[in-house]
Nanobody, 123 residues
Framework: QVKLVESGGGLVQAGGSLRLSCAASGGDFSINAMGWFRQAADEQHELVATIERDGATKYGDSVKGRFTISRDNAKNSVFLQMNSLKPEDTAVYYC?????????????????WGQGTQVTVSS
């Protein structure tokens, strides 16, 4: 069974930066597409960024130019560097992983999810 463990969330002032990490373990197959989604209170999951095994990326419109997704295939890990944070970035951030290798997978197409890490941006 694949397990995803996130780290790096916390409280930061507007304009600050945070770096999220997610490591996958377990399972007997390769993790391919990986991504970050977020969910604010009373909202649905929102795409933050996704990345294919070869490094192709896709970003949500609200984070383009501020967030950068990257991965380490050898360690089955994915990272999210978040700069110029805004109060509207406040949410629980979830790491997701899929057997498919496609940056435009939808939320239901990701088979594995982490427990989530809270990011709070104060104004």
């Amino acid at each position: 069974q694949v397990k995803l463990v996130e780290s790096g969330g916390g409280l930061v002032q507007a304009g600050g930066s945070l770096r999220l990490s997610c490591a996958a373990s377990g399972g007997d197959f390769s993790i391919n597409a990986m991504g970050w989604f977020r969910q604010a209170a009373d909202e649905q999951h929102e795409l933050v960024a996704t990345i294919e095994r070869d490094g192709a990326t896709k970003y949500g419109d609200s984070v383009k130019g501020r967030f950068t997704i990257s991965r380490d295939n050898a360690k089955n890990s994915v990272f999210l560097q978040m700069n110029s944070l805004k109060p509207e970035d406040t949410a629980v951030y979830y790491c997701a992983a899929a057997r498919s290798d496609y940056i435009s997978l939808t939320v239901p197409e990701y088979e594995y999810w982490g427990q989530g890490t809270q990011v709070t941006v104060s104004s």
